[in-house]
């Protein structure tokens, strides 16, 4: 039975009559629709930005749950376990390649069941590989296959982008896409950042001679927990996103997907890719400065990458609703170039604050990169319905849902950067003994994506519209 009221004050019913907001059983609300101003003024805002609130939280403990390994394989040799270098790489990306396998069919989950439903049962899964990580690093017998599998489960992080990204953008208007997606993904970036800093910290506070490597991931289900309850209870799902098939498998032939993918690839995947493999590279290249000594415990400073980076994405999703999402994303190829090879040129010079501060403007430029090129999808999108100002207008409804799809595809094939980045660089280091070849082909790679972007970018303004 559906009901309909007054704009509420404290109830969570969405809004009544005036909005044409219709409140159903089981959070669900139909009648939603962003660009309405009216509706958006009196009460979509505010349930937009509750739902983006908890999407977030969610978000972010996926990626926590996604980078767990690339930060437990640096204290594995301490721990008793001893894997060869093509091993370890391969516990480090795994997880991307399962994470990045998985944003497909994720993407489709918020359709089906519902934004708030799926978000609950896509948090509550994370509990597999959290408490699977804590039973295998207990014991160094562990054979590798089972590590691998494990490894593996954490994939189930990665796929929480695709159905989060998909639900939030939704819920906002085309003007303000950017930012919120901005907003949504650097929150769970920063799971990434937070893993980093906090996993090193608690393995080894209080441990002496042995390690905590089970805490991990124990450390993390009560948070878990925390967010399937906290969306059952504060988000919402939407009728309006409803589940198109035929339009996403139409998307699939829409050369402005595939374009994006590979942009996307170069940017979120740069930055995933870059994420896991930097706490390898620091104890690899200098290992004096892989952990810090902070009272009973250890500080690694891998996690201010994965920090920077997050925090740039929303700004480069909101200077990319200003300006465009191209225009941004041509500069962070071009610092992305500038950083990879920056990091080339002062290797050899064993300086760990050249290292550092080439790969923190590497970071950096990803993140903004992140927002901005995830930014020119529902533009494209738009675009292509016909809309006449694509920037600023989202299109009619299939164009909204169609960009609801592309976004969850895009994410899904980007991520597989995470995979590809530290597989380049382990076999860098196993032919020659250094990872400069292996950045030296990021570095060829940013410049053909620079032009590639380059060339979007002039079309776009022959057409007289900012992309």
């Not at 969306?231 to 402005?256: G, H, I, Q």
């Not at 020119?376 to 960009?403: K, Q, Y």
Request: hydrophobic share 55%; aromatic share 12%.
């Amino acid at each position: 039975m559906t009901s309909t009221a007054t704009i509420p004050t404290t109830s969570h019913a969405p809004a009544g009559s005036a909005t044409g907001l219709t409140d159903l059983p089981g959070r669900w609300i139909s009648g939603w629709d962003p660009e309405d101003a009216v509706q958006w003024h009196a009460a979509g805002s505010r349930i937009a930005a509750r739902n983006l609130r908890w999407s977030i939280f969610a978000e972010f403990l996926g990626f926590v749950v996604w980078q767990l390994w690339s930060i437990v394989v640096v204290a594995l040799p301490a721990a008793g376990f001893s894997f060869t270098v093509t091993e370890t790489f391969w516990l480090i990306s795994i997880p991307s390649l399962v994470g990045a396998t998985l944003r497909f069919p994720y993407t489709f989950m918020v359709p089906r069941f519902g934004g708030r439903n799926w978000t609950i049962v896509s948090a509550l899964l994370l509990l597999i590989p959290a408490a699977g990580l804590a039973m295998c690093v207990s014991n160094p017998a562990t054979p590798f296959p089972v590590m691998l599998s494990v490894a593996a489960l954490a994939g189930l992080g990665g796929g929480n982008f695709a159905s989060s990204m998909a639900n939030i953008t939704s819920f906002y208007p085309q003007r303000q896409k950017g930012w919120a997606l901005g907003l949504n993904a650097a929150g769970g970036n920063l799971g990434a950042a937070v893993a980093q800093f906090v996993v090193p910290i608690v393995i080894t506070l209080g441990a002496g001679a042995t390690l905590g490597l089970p805490l991990a991931g124990l450390i993390w289900i009560p948070f878990i927990l925390v967010a399937a309850v906290g969306a059952w209870f504060r988000m919402d799902n939407l009728t309006s996103a409803t589940a198109d098939v035929k339009a996403s498998l139409a998307a699939l032939r829409y050369p402005e997907l595939w374009l994006m993918a590979l942009l996307y690839i170069g940017t979120f995947g740069s930055f995933i890719g870059f994420s896991g493999v930097f706490p390898k590279l620091i104890a690899d290249q200098f290992p004096a400065f892989s952990a810090f000594p902070i009272g009973g415990a250890t500080l690694s400073l891998a996690f201010v990458g994965a920090l920077v980076g997050s925090l740039a994405r929303p700004y480069g999703g909101r200077l990319a609703d200003r300006f465009g999402g191209s225009v941004i994303t041509i500069a962070a190829f071009a610092v992305m170039a500038l950083g990879a090879l920056g990091v080339i040129l002062t290797l050899p010079l064993k300086n760990f604050g050249f290292f550092l501060g080439f790969f923190l403007l590497l970071f950096v430029a990803s993140g903004a990169g992140n927002g901005a090129t995830y930014r020119m999808i529902p533009t494209l999108f738009a675009l292509r319905s016909g809309t006449t100002d694509a920037h600023r207008s989202s299109g009619d409804v299939p164009a909204r849902r169609a960009a609801a799809a592309a976004l969850g595809i895009v994410s899904a094939l980007g991520a597989y950067g995470g995979f590809v980045i530290p597989q380049a660089l382990g076999a860098s280091k196993s032919a020659t003994g250094g990872y400069a070849a292996g950045l030296g082909w990021f570095v060829a790679a940013y410049a053909v994506l620079l032009v590639v972007t380059v060339v979007v970018h002039l079309r776009g303004r022959r057409r007289g519209v900012r992309i």
